[in-house]
């Protein structure tokens, strides 16, 4: 399966081809591509470019050995899900959530020991 993302490189390339090339690809042709190519990625995923962020900021604020593993939830009050495992690939935790922000504030907190400071 062709991603939105490649769809849309393709149809940029046909729109130059046919720009560079007037007879090789028919206007329609390139219309019907670029279409096609823009509502894909208008109906991808709203928060999917949000993952990568949501990944670095998880590997930032769990301990070493912990490896966090990141999805989109398609709940309309939750968008993000994470799972963190250890390094035998145990679960030690799992959250949803509206924001990377505030996902990654709740792992923070499981991940960080008590202290003076830290109590009410």
Request: charged share 15%; proline share 8%.
């Amino acid at each position: 399966m062709i991603s939105p993302a490649n769809q849309a490189i393709g149809a940029l390339k046909l729109a130059v081809l046919n720009i560079e090339h007037p007879g090789t690809v028919s206007p329609a042709t390139v219309t019907t591509a670029c279409t096609d190519a823009a509502s894909r990625l208008q109906s991808n995923q709203p928060h999917a470019d949000d993952l990568v962020r949501l990944y670095s900021q998880l590997l930032a604020v769990t301990p070493p050995g912990y490896w966090p593993h990141v999805t989109l939830v398609d709940d309309a009050p939750v968008n993000f899900g994470c799972v963190i495992t250890d390094a035998a690939g145990n679960v030690v935790d799992r959250q949803v959530g509206k924001t990377t922000e505030g996902i990654t504030e709740m792992i923070r907190l499981r991940f960080t020991r008590p202290t003076a400071e830290n109590k009410p």
